[in-house]
């Protein structure tokens, strides 16, 4: 059919009715395509306090949250008019036109999840189909004023600017509204429900707590959400609506009685309810307010296929789109399929369960493994902050600060140790949860597009900083993972806005063809997101020390990791030595990228040595001295390396001359001589050999001696003026970073060794 297109192109009527359908066709595989996507992508929003907290097994929060997105689904119908009539005006554009938008934001919306999931930076679906709306339609309308000499004046008569600057300053000021907020209920939640104070506070307050937030949920969500439900009749709710009051004073009551019977009868922990039925109301959230975003395009794009269709022989060039500003119901089974398709995305797809680490990590209330660096703003905001909080307590009563203080002591020691110690209580998670489904149901109930993304995270933030996650030892990173994350979501927005502008316009420009062309460069985008992302998860982190109980099992953990940091190490000294000497630049650069690889999981490994040594019992404590040792020679040598491969590189990228012939000869005997050495510890560390060690000092003395005897004889070079200056500090660092590699891999093996002969006493 397309070549028949190729052949005869458009103008006969049967062919355009076909052409169109394709695209109609199109934009669903695009909407599917979206869907898995943007739920993989999007789930963290409701799983996050749940697996955070460790309310339930995994099963069970992705069984509730399936639940939730399946109802959520049948509420979205109302938010379809955001996709119809919310950015732009219909009945300014002709029926090519609007398709052509539609296309060209559906596009789009594969290759910006592409390009962000591809380098892991965090992006919003609600974001990035308004300002593809807009962008899309910005572009058509300025062709269509440019061919009609009109003033750019005429530009608001296309565009629904009013209700867009609405939308777009509804969701900046959702981002400063949720922090907020979020941080205000922690911090009086926290007062109350306390660290320490916890189980007998909840004794009393727990059922009224949980009452309260449950009954906030279900006004929000569903008396709210009712309104836009596809199924729901106006007599019902007109019904809801007008009773509202008594159905919310029911809902306390009932709620907080059948909470308190509960934990009477049964100790049940109240917190959990709250947490599993926020996760139910966030998720149905979720579906009631961003389905809109994989599914009203196309929807749109199907209606206006439609009623093209049932205009007879109308050219899709003249036929006016005025019926998209009339309200359409969307019906509840194309609701349901796409609940379903969010479903089975949900549960089967590994990029859901991984994406949680992010806001996780960055507002957990232990230490650990910062996912981002410090900025310089970063640390300003801190000592900025510090100094006004030093300023604010002379003004406080000590009395009152002590007291206040007291409600954020942490558990004692033994209570941290805990083995599956959670990233933060369930109280957290509760808060994180009642607030974010009540902002992101009122944004729903107003038909306001919220970033169920911005809203989510934000709220997590404000309620981490407010429960004193954010300290003096991680709040440099906390703030700077923040930022970037917001950095983040004001790029999806211009790329958003630009990509789909130039799409649409090179397909109004250059032909219908050009759809297909984008077509075909959005599957290759998806394509190579797949194989991108399971080449990710194929590379086990085998390099890093992990926390265990058992002393044996961490011994045999760092011997693994010894034999993989002598294997690396040999491995990256043979192919940058080799190739420097074949002024192979490619290859060098690929030694100083896997060298960089191995540095980053050898720095979380010696992030993981205080978890480790907090998990050894006191009469293995000694050990612990060994694996710090065993760590920092994996980094000495790490660091050795980068100082040899960085200089070779930028001599061969300099184009400076190559080393003389006889020096090459000497950098392979020294090669070969490494290779021999490695190989010798690496039997010795796998056999547990350990009475060889003196072979491995011995091979050692003959390697330095044949170092010192390079030197001189680069000395005579430099005397005979056989080298110039660049040639002789380059090799003399050479020698003298491959004495350092020789010192540090055998103080590995000793560190080893000693190790290993703790588990034999």
């Known amino acids: 059919m397309l070549l028949l297109f190729l052949r005869e192109g458009f103008n006969d009527q049967e062919n355009m009715e076909q052409f169109y359908l394709i695209l109609v066709v199109v934009l669903f595989a695009l909407a599917i395509s979206d869907l898995v996507v943007g739920v993989s992508n999007d789930a963290v929003n409701f799983l996050n306090s749940a697996i955070g907290s460790k309310a339930a097994p995994k099963w069970l929060i992705f069984l509730i949250a399936s639940l939730g997105v399946l109802i959520g689904a049948t509420f979205s119908s109302g938010m379809m008019e955001v996709a119809r009539r919310g950015i732009f005006h219909p009945d300014m554009f002709f029926f090519s036109e609007i398709m052509i938008i539609f296309i060209a934001v559906m596009i789009t919306d594969i290759i910006l999840l592409d390009l962000f999931n591809t380098f892991g930076l965090p992006t919003s679906t609600t974001v990035s189909i308004v300002f593809e709306l807009l962008g899309s339609a910005v ?50 939640a926290r007062l109350i429900f306390t660290f320490k104070e916890q189980k007998r506070t909840l004794k009393y307050f727990g059922a009224l707590f949980g009452g309260m937030a449950i009954t906030a949920m279900t006004y929000f969500m569903v008396i709210k959400g009712a309104k836009g439900a596809s199924f729901m009749s106006p007599g019902m709710v007109d019904f809801l609506m007008n009773n509202f009051f008594v159905i919310l004073l029911t809902s306390f009551i009932g709620w907080t009685v059948i909470l308190q019977l509960l934990y009477i009868l049964f100790k049940i922990d109240v917190p959990k309810v709250i947490v599993l039925i926020g996760t139910f109301g966030l998720a ?76 996780v990590d960055l507002s957990r209330q232990s230490e650990g493994d910062e996912r981002f660096g410090s900025s310089l703003f970063s640390r300003k905001l801190v000592r900025t902050t510090i100094g006004f909080n030093g300023w604010v307590r002379k003004f406080i009563p000590g009395s009152m600060i002590t007291t206040l203080d007291e409600r954020f002591l942490l558990f004692n020691d033994d209570e941290i140790k805990k083995e599956d110690m959670p990233a933060f209580d369930k109280i957290r998670a509760s808060v994180n949860l009642v607030v974010a489904s009540i902002l992101i149901s009122i944004g729903t109930s107003l038909k ?55 799409i649409a316009a090179m397909i109004s420009l250059l032909g219908n063809m050009m759809v297909f062309v984008f077509v075909v460069i959005a599957i290759i985008m998806i394509i190579r997101t797949y194989i991108h992302f399971n080449k990710k998860k194929g590379d086990k982190d085998d390099d890093i020390l992990e926390p265990v109980d058992a002393f044996e099992k961490l011994v045999d953990q760092t011997k693994n990791q010894v034999v993989n940091s002598l294997i690396n190490a040999n491995q990256v000294y043979t192919v940058a030595a080799t190739n420097f000497a074949k002024e192979n630049r490619l290859q060098l650069k690929k030694a100083l990228d896997l060298n960089k690889k191995f540095q980053k999981k050898i720095k979380k490994s010696r992030q993981n040595v205080f978890k480790t040594i907090q998990k050894l019992h006191l009469e293995t404590l000694e050990g612990g001295h060994y694996v710090v040792r065993i760590v920092d020679y994996q980094r000495d040598i790490l660091n050795s390396l980068q100082a040899i491969i960085e200089p070779m590189y930028q001599h061969l990228d300099n184009n400076h001359k190559p080393f003389t012939k006889p020096q090459i000869m000497e950098i392979e005997e020294l090669v070969n001589m490494t290779d021999d050495l490695f190989n010798l510890m690496l039997h010795l560390v796998k056999e547990k050999q350990y009475e060889k060690y003196d072979q491995i000092s011995e091979n050692i003395d003959k390697l330095v001696n044949r170092y010192i005897q390079l030197e001189k004889i680069q000395i005579k070079r430099i005397k005979a003026k056989e080298v110039n200056s660049k040639n002789a500090v380059l090799y003399f660092n050479l020698i003298n970073r491959s004495k350092n590699i020789l010192s540090y891999s055998n103080g590995l093996i000793d560190a080893q060794r000693n190790l290993d002969l703790l588990t034999r006493s």
Do not use: C, H
Request: net charge neutral.
């Open 139 to 188: 572009a058509v309308s300025l062709i269509k004023i440019t061919e009609s000499d009109s003033s750019l004046v005429a530009l608001k008569d296309y565009i629904n600017s009013d209700k867009a600057l609405m939308i777009i300053v509804g969701i900046v000021l959702s981002v400063f509204t949720a922090f907020f907020i979020g941080a205000i209920v922690q911090y009086i």
């Open 284 to 359: 149905m959230a979720f579906a009631g307010n961003d389905l809109v975003n994989f599914i009203g395009v196309p929807l749109a794009g199907f209606s206006s296929f439609k009623a093209w269709t049932a205009s007879g022989s109308v050219s899709p060039d003249s036929f006016g789109m005025g019926m998209l500003a009339e309200k359409v119901s969307t019906p509840t089974y194309m609701l349901m399929i796409a609940g379903l398709i969010m479903i089975i995305t949900l549960i089967s797809s590994r990029k859901a369960r991984s994406v949680v680490a992010t806001t």
């Open 448 to 502: 306001l597009p919220l970033s169920t993304t911005y809203v989510t995270f934000m709220v997590a933030m404000g309620t981490s900083l407010a429960d004193r996650a954010w300290d003096r030892e991680s709040a440099v990173y906390r703030i700077n993972g923040v930022f970037t994350v917001i950095g983040g979501w004001f790029l999806t927005a211009l790329i958003a806005f630009t990509v789909a502008g130039f």
